[in-house]
């Protein structure tokens, strides 16, 4: 038998994490990208960096050592306060540059801000890039295909990007062995973050930002954000969220009511319905809102769209209201009720009511 | 430079997902069978594209690679109201993913000349990673506005809102530029019946209708086959799994009075466990 040769680019198992942060806060996804890319570079034996753009970012770089950096580019620069895909896609570059070889992988989130520039950053090297993974591994892959003869043989530590497709139906696979760094983006709240160890050390290298003109074509005017001041979503153990299908900002005293009868309870919402101003942005669920995780999510007059559903797809019970029988929101919710939100709320809430009614009757009985 | 625009909108056909026909049993899409239909996000990127031409004046362009029967979707377009179409159909693509595919089009668009906006959906139905709009974008050195929910132009200056985690942000840059709309913009106003009456007119004489869409491979446009299809692909769809349908187990309370219903839900479902003492 003989030994089959690695056909696998050089590579010393470095992994980056391209960092985000929004008006100085670090995002969540980059704690997680941090835990899935030790993973890797973990298992491939190589060390795990990560790059942070932004201005006056304080002791980001820090926060990123605890949680399993080994090194931390720091791209400080009033030019960086906020994202724009040019001038970030500029340093990301400029740094992948100075690499003598390329990190085997990079890694960035399925956020709105990944989602634009990893494929910049990918069709520049010309390298290939997974979208939305919700796992990722390593492992050895044999190519078989003889399209392009070349490529055929064995290649060792492989990038597994594993992503649903078709409607979340199917689980794909996706490779891209024959060219470093192998890309990735991951979803949200998929993978687990370490446990911060503040003893943990790691370097922390400040790297220069050279914009040309050309980086700065697009201006940001205005970034509109909210962050949650007072809506305890992830805390609470009972979400009543409404959607579009409420028909108008007052529906919303619908769904105060019927959260009111829960302990611990909250008001959710879709973007449609924060788009459209009829609840501020901290009551969103969803992949550009909040990801909650409640025993029991309320879901009224929401249709269950992807990006919704990504953010309370892990709720204990999912109870879905909807008056079309096809909403796509049945397809994953536990318990659905086909009607009108204005004629079964109000008939939950007044059973719920009787309920209590009969409850505090049988104390009375019990302390006579 | 004020209007006219000359705009670009970059459509794909996929697979109707909602017909179960053309699914192989292990859950992938047997082309030859599915249905076939104009990628729902694109609907927007033409009503973005319409709505240029409409206000400020200028010409759209509508341009798709695929298989020779995408030429559908451009007859579809031409009915919205756009003004020509180009279809890039060749073997040679075949399994072409983002980065090939990025190529393909720039290829395309290069050919087809000079533009001042390029519209693009926000993703597919089918392959579904929005890495085709950015990655064109960085082909042609173009600034990129994605998730745009809305915009207008002034004097060739375009002022858009776009998506992010928790809000929106408004940004503005000078055309060219390339945007990838999203599902909240606008959806597609219905086709005039004189857009739909002239496409029919132009069916039955192919001469005409060949200066309406004009279709083109890899020679014309002069890609490298190289860099296309499964060659210039750095990435394959290695494996598919399938994978049971969501919870898929839902109850349901359907087609009676709400207080039966209602009752029904309270006493199957845990929703006692958390009411208010
Ligand atoms: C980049 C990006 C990020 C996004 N992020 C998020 C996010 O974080 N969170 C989010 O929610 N969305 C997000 N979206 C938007 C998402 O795609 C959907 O557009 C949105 O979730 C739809 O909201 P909806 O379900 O309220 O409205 P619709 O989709 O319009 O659904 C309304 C539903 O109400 C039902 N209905 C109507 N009337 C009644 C009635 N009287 N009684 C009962 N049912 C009724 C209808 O049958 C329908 O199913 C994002 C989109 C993009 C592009
Ligand atoms: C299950 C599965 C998973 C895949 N995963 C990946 C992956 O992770 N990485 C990868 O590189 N490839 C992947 N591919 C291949 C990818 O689907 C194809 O490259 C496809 O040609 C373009 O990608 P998309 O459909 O995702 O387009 P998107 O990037 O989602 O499309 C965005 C927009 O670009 C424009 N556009 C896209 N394609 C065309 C076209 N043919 N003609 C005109 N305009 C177009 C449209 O305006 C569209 O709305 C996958 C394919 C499958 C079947």
């Known amino acids: 038998m003989s030994e089959s040769v690695n056909l696998a680019p050089p590579s010393d198992g470095e992994v980056l994490v391209i960092a985000e942060q929004i008006l100085g806060e670090l995002q969540p996804v980059s704690l997680e990208l941090l835990g899935a890319g030790r993973y890797l570079a973990d298992k491939l034996g190589g060390k795990l960096s990560t790059v942070i753009l932004g201005d006056n970012l304080g002791d980001i770089p820090k926060k990123l050592i605890e949680y399993g950096a080994d090194t931390v580019y720091v791209a400080d620069d009033p030019e960086l306060r906020t994202y724009r895909t040019l001038s970030y896609r500029r340093v990301v570059c400029d740094l992948l540059e100075t690499f003598k070889l390329p990190p ?8 709105t801000t990944g989602r634009d520039l990893a494929p910049r950053i990918a069709a520049n090297f010309e390298t290939g890039l997974t979208a ?7 492992g050895p892959y044999e190519h078989k295909s003889k399209v392009d003869p070349s490529k055929v043989g064995l290649y060792e530590g492989c990038l597994y990007a594993i992503r649903p497709s078709f409607g979340e139906s199917l689980k794909a696979r996706i490779l891209g062995p024959w060219k470093n760094p192998q890309m990735a983006t991951t979803r949200p709240g998929q993978m687990t973050p370490l446990a911060p160890d503040a003893n943990r050390v790691g370097k922390i290298v400040n790297i220069p930002v050279k914009l040309q003109k050309e980086d700065l074509r697009l201006v940001v005017a205005e970034t509109v954000r909210e962050v949650s001041k007072g809506v305890r979503l992830a805390e609470a153990d009972v979400i009543v969220s409404g959607g579009y299908g409420l028909g108008s900002k007052e529906g919303f005293e619908l769904m105060h009511e019927l959260a009111k009868c829960f302990e611990n309870s909250a008001v959710g919402a879709s973007r449609k319905v924060v788009d459209l101003g009829w609840i501020p942005y901290e009551h969103q669920v969803g992949q550009t809102g909040k990801t909650v995780r409640p025993k029991i999510y309320i879901a009224c007059g929401i249709s269950g769209a ?11 019970t999912i109870i879905a209201i909807n008056k079309d029988p096809d909403a796509p929101i049945f397809k994953f919710a536990h318990h659905g009720i086909v009607g009108d939100v204005y004629q079964i709320v109000p008939e ?9 009614a009969t409850k505090g009757e049988k104390t009375v009985v019990h302390t006579h | ?31 030859a069978k599915a249905k076939r239909m104009l990628n729902p996000f694109d609907r927007y990127a033409l009503q973005a594209a319409l709505h240029v031409k409409r206000t400020y004046g200028g010409r759209v362009t509508a341009i798709s690679m695929g298989p020779p029967p995408a030429v559908e979707i451009l007859l579809e377009a031409l009915e919205h109201g756009v003004d020509r179409g180009f279809l890039l159909s060749d073997r040679r693509l075949a399994a072409s993913d983002t980065l090939a595919t990025a190529y393909a089009l720039y290829k395309t668009v290069t050919h087809v000349g000079k533009f001042d906006l390029i519209f693009c959906g926000l993703q597919t139905t089918d392959g579904d990673t929005a890495q085709v709009g950015p990655q064109l974008a960085e082909r042609l050195s173009l600034p990129q506005v994605t998730y745009c929910e809305d915009f207008h132009l002034d004097d060739g200056r375009l002022h858009a809102r776009r998506i992010i985690e928790g809000g929106v942000q408004f940004v503005d840059c000078v055309a060219p530029a390339l945007i990838t709309v999203a599902n909240s913009y606008h959806p597609l106003a219905y086709k005039s019946f004189r857009g739909a009456w002239r496409v029919q007119q132009l069916q039955r004489n192919p001469e005409e209708l060949g200066k309406y869409i004009r279709t083109v491979d890899l020679d014309i446009i002069q890609a490298d086959p190289e860099r296309c299809g499964l060659k210039g692909s750095p990435t394959i769809v290695a494996a598919t799994e399938k994978v049971g349908e969501l919870g898929g187990n839902c109850s349901m309370y359907e087609g009676h009075a709400p207080d039966e219903m209602v009752g029904e839900l309270i006493e199957k479902s845990n929703l006692k466990e958390f009411l208010v003492a």
Request: charge should be neutral.
């Open chain 1, 348 to 356: 939950l809430i007044r059973q719920f009511k009787d309920k209590l």
């Open chain 1, 132 to 138: 939305d993974c919700t796992e990722l591994d390593i």
């Open chain 2, 1 to 31: 430079m004020a209007g006219p625009y000359e705009i670009f909108v970059l459509i794909k056909q996929v697979p109707d997902q909602g017909s179960k026909a053309g699914l192989n049993p292990d859950g992938t899409i047997d082309r």
């Open chain 1, 104 to 111: 085997h992988i990079v890694l960035l989130g399925s956020t």
């Open chain 1, 306 to 316: 992807i990006q919704h559903r990504v953010g309370m797809s892990k709720s204990g």
